[in-house]
């Protein structure tokens, strides 16, 4: 019995051949398996070579900060450089005005046109006036060469002499007294037609036809709306910069025009303590009519900005853009906030930063492959 059973247990402990080799087949097929996993995991850790940067198919411009005026920005009004009253310069009844309120006069034009008929008759006067001195001139010059002639062969005293030249000097001064009384009479008879000094527009009509004026009477009151000027006035806070730089520009809307004269009173105001300026304006330049308040910017520094060419922006509606040229994702319209206009260029507040590129051709832009729309 115990020899038996002990073969039983040493039977129990044996495995057979075969179960060995499938175990071993099975541990080779898994360390075949992470092979693969380790080197599918390796394949897909090895880095993609970046895609080549993207051309821009039209012209492109590089954003920079530029060197620009720093304003100190200032209410002011407009007012013409030529204004004035027309006034009369003689005495006469108002026969005619051929200008009204709100007419333009061109220079040297006659506006108010007096009866003048004393003016006219006062003329004739120192016509005859003027003939008359010519033939006694004549008169006395003939009888001095007379007497002159006569003293030379010593038949005549010399206070015949004396007489005649005496007469001859008179006659002269008469004949300069006539042409002189002359030239005045035709110049109150030209008083008679009063005349634009300067081209401009009426703006009061002071007197109607019929009245009787004298000298001094105002007639005509006008303007030239051909050179303006702005007045503002400057802080005593900020004066000294204004003073040592003297540069300004007037904004009407989205224009900025540099004035051509900048002329800062000597003293302050005594209420509010701000010194009183003009700005001159060139002929021309802005739409504007006296009495209008408009923007007026004091240089008072400099400061960087970033300038794009008005041509390069996109407006629609009451939104700017620019298309902006990225190498990496290409075209791209954007929403800008731009602030004031120099010359040609726009000032940009928001939207693009400095090194991008943006298009100077928006159509060109706008026909690009792939352009799109970012906010």
């Given at each position: 019995m115990s020899a038996r059973s002990g073969l039983q247990l040493s039977t129990r402990h044996v495995e057979p051949k075969t179960s060995i080799r499938a175990r071993g087949r099975a541990s080779e097929a898994l360390l075949a398996g992470l092979l693969l996993i380790l080197t599918g995991l390796n394949g897909c850790t090895q880095k993609v070579p970046p895609a080549?940067?993207?051309?821009?198919?039209?012209?492109?411009?590089?954003?920079?900060?530029?060197?620009?005026?720093?304003?100190?920005?200032?209410?002011?009004?407009?007012?013409?450089?030529?204004?004035?009253?027309?006034?009369?310069q003689t005495a006469g009844r108002v026969?005619?005005?051929?200008?009204?309120?709100?007419?333009?006069?061109?220079?040297?034009?006659?506006?108010?046109?007096?009866?003048?008929?004393?003016?006219?008759?006062?003329?004739?006067?120192?016509q005859a006036a003027l003939a008359e001195a010519k033939a006694r001139n004549e008169e006395a010059q003939n009888n001095y060469q007379r007497i002159a002639d006569l003293y030379q062969r010593r038949v005549v005293a010399k206070a015949s002499l004396d007489q005649a030249t005496a007469g001859r000097d008179a006659a002269a001064a008469r004949l300069s007294a006539a042409e002189a009384g002359l030239s005045s009479a035709r110049e109150g008879v030209a008083y008679?037609?009063?005349?634009?000094?300067?081209?401009?527009?009426?703006?009061?009509?002071?007197?109607?036809?019929?009245?009787?004026?004298?000298?001094?009477?105002?007639?005509?009151?006008?303007?030239?709306?051909?050179?303006?000027?702005?007045?503002?006035?400057?802080?005593?806070?900020?004066?000294?910069?204004?003073?040592?730089l003297r540069k300004a520009a007037v904004y009407m809307g989205d224009h900025r025009v540099e004035?051509?004269?900048?002329?800062?009173?000597?003293?302050?105001?005594?209420?509010?303590?701000?010194?009183?300026?003009?700005?001159?304006?060139?002929?021309?330049?802005?739409?504007?009519?006296?009495?209008?308040y408009v923007k007026v910017g004091l240089v008072v520094g400099e400061a960087d900005r970033l300038l794009v060419p008005v041509t390069a922006l996109v407006e629609r509606s009451e939104v700017t853009a620019v298309y902006v040229f990225d190498p990496k994702q290409g075209t791209s319209l954007r929403y800008i906030r731009v602030g004031h206009r120099f010359g040609d260029r726009m000032e940009v507040l928001s939207g693009v930063a400095v090194g991008e590129q943006i298009a100077l051709d928006p159509i060109a832009a706008a026909k690009a492959p792939g352009a799109s729309v970012s906010r």
């Open positions: 080549a940067d993207l051309k821009a198919p039209y012209a492109t411009l590089t954003l920079a900060l530029e060197k620009t005026p720093l304003e100190r920005i200032l209410d002011g009004t407009t007012e013409a450089t030529n204004q004035g009253t027309v006034s009369a026969a005619e005005i051929l200008y009204d309120v709100n007419d333009f006069v061109p220079a040297g034009a006659v506006i108010v046109r007096l009866k003048g008929t004393e003016q006219r008759a006062g003329f004739q006067e120192a008679t037609e009063v005349r634009a000094p300067y081209a401009g527009v009426v703006s009061k009509r002071l007197v109607e036809v019929g009245e009787t004026v004298g000298p001094g009477t105002p007639l005509m009151s006008g303007l030239s709306l051909q050179f303006l000027r702005v007045n503002v006035n400057i802080p005593q806070s900020v004066i000294d910069a204004v003073r040592r004035a051509t004269k900048f002329t800062i009173f000597p003293e302050a105001a005594a209420p509010s303590n701000t010194f009183r300026a003009r700005l001159d304006l060139p002929s021309g330049a802005l739409d504007l009519y006296p009495g209008m």
